[in-house]
């Protein structure tokens, strides 16, 4: 069974930057898709960043261009750098792994942008 630790959250004013991690225990992190996912209050969960097990990363468009998904198999650690921060990125962040009949999710992160 994996289990995942999401660090980094915090408070930050509008513009600033924050870097979350997320550590996984287990053997399958390497072969497995890494996921941040995020939910505002009173919103459904929404994905931010994937990326695969060979490395390729996806946004979604509100956050491209200003967030950066990571991983480093040999730390079992995934990474979002989130630059550029605004308001409407406050929500709880949560990773997730994904293979084949699999799912995991982190306990969650907040993430607070305001002056």
């Known amino acids: 069974q994996v289990q995942l630790v999401e660090s980094g959250g915090g408070l930050v004013q509008p513009g600033g930057s924050l870097r979350l991690s997320c550590a996984a225990s287990?053997?399958?992190?390497?072969?497995?898709?890494m996921g941040w996912y995020r939910q505002a209050p009173g919103k459904e969960r929404e994905l931010v960043a994937v990326i695969t097990s060979g490395g390729n990363p996806n946004y979604a468009d509100s956050v491209k261009g200003r967030f950066a998904i990571s991983r480093d198999n040999a730390k079992n650690t995934m990474y979002l750098q989130m630059n550029s921060l605004k308001p409407d990125d406050t929500a709880v962040y949560y990773c997730?792994?994904?293979?084949?009949?699999?799912?995991?999710w982190g306990q969650g992160t907040q993430v607070t942008v305001s002056s």
């Open positions: 997730n792994l994904n293979r084949p009949a699999y799912n995991a």
């Open positions: 287990g053997s399958i992190f390497s072969i497995s898709t």
